[in-house]
């Protein structure tokens, strides 16, 4: 039986006299990949905050690691990507993803491969010396997620992170989070990009703050009786 790394149970949050989250109930195994789609507003970013102890449920109980949340210790061993660029726009990219390597703890004589490695899979390798205050917005997004890639973290937690980048590097991208999945590392991942949502090993749909359906894709088609993920969406909001 898979280990669930990040186990939301019964989750509510709320902003002032808006419900946000109602009745959440999510999990994400080790070694597996788990993709939260859903409309804009939908909760999907509140969701990864819990899950990252950036916000304090108002019910239910948030676990990542076997721990309750929040636990500052615990970010160490999570790579996030946010929505929002956290970059240095004064700094290299090289120079941005040395920096942030030394904040996971990435040893010195290390951090040269590291940085290598990430940029490879997001293709930044010939913009490395190049300050991020000239980069593309496609090019942010993809420093961004090498950000997140460094130092082999345990869990993925990633934010919209296809946003801007062209199809064959998402393709590369999806081939790198495959084999990360392969090693027994857990991702979380929101997507607009349907057909992204058919890689993933589960999929939740999350509607007005609930989760309306949690599967592997191929059962969510089965269930509902269509033939992609983009119309198991379409079903769960009544739209024929």
Known sequence: MKKAIIDLQHLAKNFGDQTVLKDINLTVNTGEIVGLIGPSGAGKSTVIKVALGMEVADGGSAKVFDTALPNRQLLGRIGYMAQTDALYDSLSGRENLKFYGLMKGI??????????????????????????????????????????????????????????????????????????????????????????AELVDRVALLLDGKVMAFDEPGVLKYEYGVNSIEDVFLKAEGVE
């Open 107 to 196: 040893a010195k004589a290390d951090m040269e491969a590291a940085v290598q490695h990430v940029a490879e899979v997001v293709d930044l390798t010939d913009y490395l010396d190049k300050r991020v205050a000239g980069y593309s917005g496609g090019m942010m997004r993809r420093l961004s997620l090498a950000i997140a890639l460094l130092g082999d973290p345990d869990l993925l937690i990633l934010d919209e992170p296809t946003v801007g980048i062209d199809p064959a590097l998402r393709r590369q991208i999806w081939a790198e989070l495959g084999r990360l999945r392969d090693e027994g590392r857990s991702i979380l991942i929101t997507t607009h990009v349907m057909d992204e």
